[in-house]
């Protein structure tokens, strides 16, 4: 391991605040996603370096225990803390509960007598709650934003008063712009982040770095010849998505383009999975849109939305679809991707997000605008008629995740990250 100076990095805690954070997530509930799966991932890759890593989380349901330990990674931790009710609250309704979590965690801290090497926080909220943490004990800061919100403010359009009253994004800009300006280092996922950081906060900085997310390539991977297929509940021949049901995930954009698919291609299904056991307002909102389309276009016997994909199913549902779609107006990056194409599957993403820096569009994945029907339905058309196409692109798209986007090898960059920073 490659250690710059007399640097050893030995404890990291990690602050990720919002949704329901386990050491075994269910993914899909409100808030709860991909960047619950990156924390873990990386807090997992980095114990494999001897570091031990605490993930810190707000602490709501009095049913689960304040500290739980990660099963098969005895170095890493998820510390649950007191803030507000016991109940659920939304990202966007958590910035008033946030200084009563920073005070509670330095509390816990100073109690359990923990030291820390640096904190580093993912996302807006955990941002400012590391901003306050970090200061308190001296030690340096560093944060990930995972999505910014002047882009999705952007993209997402609507009436401005409207999205202003849903999303608070004024507040969430001007704190990510705090942030930005005082933390030790931060990482964005893509070079596109890095660009709108530029353009769209005007904020540039020697301290940003390029680290993508990771795929565990040993959980996903394609079906060997030998192995046996495992029942999924859903019909052979399918096109896949998986995500959190939200309103920037373009599922409508989606069912548009697959009532064309279906007309051509008469034996392929959609299969739509993730979302809450207890879905939130604006979740129920969208699928009661895509209910509505379903209705509309009559395409019920076709269509198949699973709701939350277990984890002995997860594999499986990408290995044995026909290819994989993202179609998200806003998407800063997109696991789900990476893992589809891990297990050799050709994905058809859109152009809008982070995933085209991962995309060469031909040859290694098909990237498109979801909000063109007509291309949308097409690439999807094109892939399901040439079997050799889409398995050749598949193939590529595996080679890539393995060259480029293992976990390990993304661990190796935050320390090369850390360490460059720490003292400077």
């Known amino acids: 391991m490659r250690r710059q100076g007399d640097i050893k990095?030995?404890?990291v805690c990690m602050l990720s605040t919002h949704g329901y954070f386990d050491p075994v997530p269910r993914l899909g509930r409100t808030d709860t996603g991909g960047q619950v799966i990156y924390v873990l991932q990386l807090a997992k890759a980095l114990s494999t370096c001897k570091i031990k890593v605490d993930i810190y989380t707000r602490w709501f349901d009095s049913s689960k225990?304040?500290?739980?330990?990660?099963?098969?990674?005895?170095?890493?931790?998820v510390i649950r803390i007191r803030a507000g009710r016991w109940e659920f609250i939304p990202k966007e309704d958590i910035y008033d509960i946030l200084p009563e979590l920073a005070d509670n965690m330095m509390g816990f801290i100073r109690e359990k007598n923990l030291h820390y090497d640096l904190f580093h926080g993912h996302y807006v909220d955990g941002g400012i709650v590391?901003?306050?943490?970090?200061?308190?004990?001296?030690?340096?800061?560093?944060?990930?934003?995972?999505?910014?919100g002047a882009w999705k403010r952007e993209q997402m359009g609507g009436?401005?008063?409207?999205?202003?009253?849903?999303?608070?994004?004024?507040?969430?800009?001007?704190?990510?712009?705090?942030?930005?300006?005082?933390?030790?280092?931060?990482?964005?996922?893509?070079?596109?982040?890095?660009?709108?950081l530029e353009q769209l906060y005007g904020f540039t900085s020697d301290n940003i770095v390029v680290i993508p997310p990771g795929v565990d390539v040993h959980t996903f991977?394609?079906?060997?010849?030998?192995?046996?297929?495992?029942?999924?509940?859903?019909?052979?021949?399918?096109?896949?998505?998986?995500?959190?049901?939200?309103?920037?995930?373009?599922?409508?954009?989606?069912?548009?383009?697959?009532?064309?698919?279906?007309?051509?291609?008469?034996?392929?299904?959609?299969v739509i999975g993730g979302g809450s056991p207890i879905p939130q307002p604006t979740e129920l909102e969208?699928?009661?849109?895509?209910?509505?389309?379903?209705?509309?276009?009559?395409?019920?016997?076709?269509?198949?939305?699973?709701?939350?994909?277990?984890?002995?199913?997860?594999?499986?549902?990408?290995?044995?679809?026909?290819?994989?779609?993202?179609?998200?107006?806003?998407?800063?990056?997109g696991i789900t991707a990476l893992e589809a194409m891990a297990c050799a599957k050709p994905v058809i993403a859109s152009k809008f997000g982070g995933i085209k820096d991962v995309i060469s569009s031909g040859e290694n994945g098909l990237l498109i605008d979801?909000?063109?029907?007509?291309?949308?339905?097409?690439?999807?058309?094109?892939?399901?008629?040439?079997?050799?196409?889409?398995?050749?692109?598949?193939q590529e798209g595996c080679k890539t995740i393995h060259s480029y986007f293992s976990w390990q090898s993304i661990a190796e960059r935050h320390i090369a990250f850390y360490e460059k920073l720490m003292n400077v």
Do not use: W
């Open 65 to 77: 225990s304040q500290i739980d330990l990660v099963p098969d990674y005895p170095d890493v931790r």
């Open 286 to 333: 969208v699928l009661a849109t895509m209910r509505r389309l379903i209705d509309e276009k009559g395409i019920h016997s076709r269509v198949h939305i699973v709701g939350y994909v277990p984890d002995k199913l997860l594999v499986a549902s990408y290995q044995q679809a026909e290819l994989f779609v993202l179609p998200s107006i806003f998407e800063p990056f």
């Open 130 to 148: 590391t901003l306050d943490i970090a200061k308190a004990f001296d030690k340096p800061a560093f944060f990930t934003a995972h999505s910014l």
């Open 221 to 270: 991977c394609p079906l060997k010849a030998d192995e046996r297929r495992v029942k999924t509940g859903v019909p052979d021949r399918y096109v896949f998505c998986l995500g959190r049901i939200d309103s920037n995930k373009g599922h409508d954009l989606l069912l548009n383009a697959f009532d064309m698919v279906r007309k051509v291609i008469p034996d392929v299904h959609l």
């Open 159 to 196: 009436e401005p008063e409207d999205m202003e009253k849903k999303y608070k994004f004024s507040h969430r800009i001007s704190e990510e712009l705090r942030i930005f300006k005082s933390v030790k280092g931060q990482t964005v996922t893509t070079k596109v982040q890095k660009e709108k």
């Open 9 to 11: 990095i030995k404890n």
């Open 370 to 394: 979801p909000s063109n029907t007509i291309e949308f339905a097409d690439a999807m058309i094109m892939l399901l008629r040439d079997r050799h196409l889409a398995e050749s692109m598949g």
